[in-house]
């Protein structure tokens, strides 16, 4: 039976972080991933013969931390976002700046400006407790908790600094819906709306949510911003899996772990799909946290822990729609710098709240909202064809009646009319096309329900409660065994942090 010092079950960005951190202390560490690729969500697939980003199509609020840890090597041009308008009056947003695509003043800049400074500042005092576990308030206090609970003590202390005034306004608003706090501020129209649609990007929420505000603020904590990686998200992957290996970590693809073995509540390996075992002292999974447990078996969990993670919610809206075009489209009002950005169609922050009730009931949203990208603009395919990534939100994971033939052509219908009434043109050029809905995310990447968070960024998800609360500082369960993922603290996006975290903390109690 082979042996290792460390088993990380996933190469996705956090597997494959985790990977490098505790190789580069000299582990001896192996990489299981069940897929023939690598990069989870990152993964580049092919349409029609064309490369394009299977899923994740830009790099949002990779943590400095992770970049410096791993040694990362990454030309990431940082893009603005186009909210775009039916008027063809579209809206540039890059930071905390605002102008209409032509050039020309926004009525409502500085009023953004000053909002979005005020969230930055608020996620700025948050972004401090990103680079460690979180509090643990489940129990007795140990050393460990008191310097867990002094990150939130000096957490307070830089709010109280900010002023009585900032600090009675983060307090007014953390807890309020996105919707109220946006449109108290601007008028409603694309500038809104494209807020508001960050507010609950992959979210099972509609920005007049309670809690809408704190994950917009959290977002922001983690840097806020996307960017377009040169050489696409194949690149991103490659960096991760390179670092990894260089420090000596074996990855292993087609290796699906059926059993995490435990013995007297501690892991000693795993077991693989074929029967092969492996033997380690200490598992890192990435998976979702109750697929984690059900991978060491819930014996190993006491009923209130098993209750907690099944409760956990994990229902995914977010769909992709990939478009292989025979020609480049071309944005009405844009120039071609423009359109090689992020695009986002959010008409208003009431639409995006429109576009979420059907979900509620197995329904698809005749408007969803769509984040577009066009990575042929800046990096064309030797083909000559161009590629469309679009995500779309809000999608149902199994609308009544299934997903036939003709629901799914129903959504990508609505996703490339919406682009054609930007792009004139565009539907003519379409030369294949795929939905991968909820389910079809779940079933080839394994998050749970198809969210791409692996669970919902609310308030009641994150910090000490992510996954539950008496879990959420990366042990999981049985002696040796950490949750590594998007599940764990601090939660989605391409941040890195949970599989940094999880690795720090398991050397720790490893040495201990």
Do not use: C
């Amino acid at each position: 039976m082979e042996q290792f010092d460390a088993i990380v079950i996933g190469a996705g960005h956090n597997g494959l972080t985790a990977a490098a951190v505790l190789a580069g202390k000299g582990k001896k560490v192996l990489v299981l991933e069940r897929s023939t690729s690598l990069g989870g969500m990152m993964a580049t697939g092919t349409l029609s013969g064309v490369q394009l980003p299977r899923l994740a199509h830009l790099l949002y609020n990779l943590n400095p931390a992770v970049v410096g840890d791993l040694g990362l090597k990454l030309d990431a041009k940082p893009v603005p976002t186009v909210a775009l308008s039916e008027d063809g009056r579209h809206v540039v947003m890059d930071g905390a700046e605002v102008r209409f695509a032509d050039g020309t003043a926004h009525p409502d800049a500085a009023a953004f400006a000053t909002l979005y400074q005020r969230l930055v500042r608020f996620g700025t005092l948050l972004g401090q407790l990103a680079q460690a576990a979180p509090p643990d308030l489940s129990g007795s206090l140990s050393l460990a908790q008191a310097g867990e609970l002094g990150a939130l003590a000096r957490l307070g202390l830089r709010l109280r600094l900010m002023g009585k005034a900032e600090m009675r306004e983060f307090l007014r608003i953390v807890l309020s819906n996105a919707q109220d706090l946006i449109l108290d501020e601007l008028a409603d129209g694309p500038l809104a709306g494209a807020l508001a649609a960050d507010a609950v990007r992959g979210a099972w929420a509609g920005p007049s949510a309670p809690g809408t505000v704190f994950s917009l603020i959290y977002r922001l904590a983690q840097g806020g911003g996307a960017a377009l990686p040169s050489g696409g998200m194949d690149a991103v992957v490659s960096a991760f899996a390179g670092s990894a290996e260089t420090r000596g970590a074996t990855i292993r693809t087609g290796a699906a772990v059926q059993r995490i073995v435990v013995e007297g509540d501690r892991v000693t390996g795993v077991e693989l799909a074929d029967g092969t075992r492996v033997s380690a002292t200490m598992v890192l999974s990435t998976a979702g946290a109750a697929q984690s447990m059900l991978l060491a078996g819930h014996e190993s969990y006491d009923i209130e822990a098993v209750r907690r993670l099944r409760n956990f919610r994990t229902k995914g809206t977010a769909a992709k729609v990939n478009l292989v075009l025979s020609g480049a489209p071309e944005f009405s009002g844009l120039s071609r710098e423009q359109a090689s950005g992020r695009l986002l169609i959010a008409p208003s922050v009431r639409a995006v709240e429109r576009a979420f009730n059907p979900v509620k009931y197995g329904e698809t949203s005749k408007a969803p909202v769509i984040e577009t990208v066009v990575p042929t603009l800046t990096a064309p395919d030797a083909s000559g064809k161009h590629v469309v990534s679009a995500v779309v939100q809000y999608v149902p994971y199994a609308p009544d009646g299934g997903w036939t033939g003709t629901a799914r052509q129903i959504v990508i219908d609505q996703v490339v009319g919406a682009l054609d009434r930007f792009a004139p043109g565009l539907a003519g050029m379409v030369a294949a096309s795929e939905l991968l809905t909820p389910g079809d995310i779940e079933s080839e990447t394994g998050a749970p329900g198809g969210h791409w968070h692996h669970g919902e960024m609310s308030f009641d998800q994150l910090l000490s409660v992510r996954p539950a609360n008496g879990l959420a500082q990366y042990r999981f369960g049985p002696a040796g065994l950490y949750l590594a993922g998007a599940a764990a603290h601090p939660g989605g996006d391409v941040t890195g942090a949970p599989g940094r975290n999880a690795a720090l903390k398991a050397l720790k109690e490893m040495a201990a």
